[in-house]
């Protein structure tokens, strides 16, 4: 996607380019990465603030909830650890209420 929105501009771009530049933001925890979303496409974020993700089976859109506890855990998981923490991934799978209303309309066609 990002190479696709960037190729027209930039006529040099490589997606080697692209994906290069990802795995260095994510190495510098400005970038997130989520994998797939059932779409077999990897996935970033560039939120980095403690969140959780949903995913979308069926459509593979992914998207953001704030979540109080997620924050608390961060700072749990700093206190005990030492670590430098630059980033979490709290990643749920599941279905979005559009797919879900698809899959009832479906079930009543048959």
Not at 13 to 42: F, I, Q
Not at 58 to 67: G, V
Not at 77 to 92: D, E, F
């Amino acid at each position: 996607m990002i190479y696709d929105e960037l190729k027209p501009r930039f006529d040099s771009l490589s997606l080697a380019t692209v994906y290069n530049t990802l795995d260095t933001l994510v190495g510098l925890g400005v970038v997130n990465v989520l994998g797939h979303a059932g779409d077999d496409k990897v996935h970033y974020d560039a939120d980095t603030e403690p969140h959780v993700n949903l995913a979308c089976i069926s459509c593979s859109r992914i998207i953001d909830i704030p979540s109080e506890h997620v924050t608390h855990l961060d700072s749990e998981i700093t206190a005990a650890s030492g670590y430098k923490l630059l980033g979490a991934r709290v990643l749920y799978y599941g279905l979005c209420p559009d797919c879900q209303k698809k899959q009832e309309k479906a079930k009543r066609k048959q």
